[in-house]
Nanobody, 129 residues
Framework: QVQLVESGGGLVQAGDSLRLSCAAS?????????????MGWFRQAPGQERKFVAV????????YYEDSVKGRFAISRDNAKNTAYLQMNSLKPEDTAVYYC?????????????????WGQGTQVTVSS
């Protein structure tokens, strides 16, 4: 069905910036397009559970962030390109994780993993001190 592919991860030093991309492809159920889905970013550190990072609504009019990244990260989307982004500034070692993008048609409760229909394979972000 729908495939999400993350890119842009890498190894950086504390204080550096990265921009992650999430490209959507394939065929969604009939009548649904990229703009039918809110797009979220989650991350999973070694030995930890997957946690919510940020989400952007279908039209891009609202964004929500986990407290620890607020003011440092910015989520955006380009519906014409079927792509979502996560701009990460002032990176800290505790940001080190595999970052996943995901798509949901649910309105609200964007931090809940069970509400997301599609997931990417993840991209590694490593921040050294």
């Amino acid at each position: 069905q729908v495939q999400l592919v993350e890119s842009g991860g890498g190894l950086v030093q504390a204080g550096d910036s990265l921009r992650l991309s999430c490209a959507a492809s394939g065929r969604a159920p009939s009548g649904r397009t990229f703009s039918s889905y809110a797009m979220g970013w989650f991350r999973q550190a070694p030995g930890q559970e997957r946690k919510f990072v940020a989400v952007i609504t279908r039209s891009g009019d609202r964004t929500y962030y986990e407290d620890s990244v607020k003011g440092r990260f910015a989520i955006s989307r380009d519906n014409a390109k079927n792509t979502a982004y996560l701009q990460m500034n002032s990176l800290k070692p505790e940001d080190t994780a595999v970052y996943y993008c995901a798509a949901t048609r649910v309105l609200g409760n964007y931090d809940l993993i069970r509400n997301y229909d599609y997931w990417g394979q993840g991209t590694q972000v490593t921040v050294s001190s």
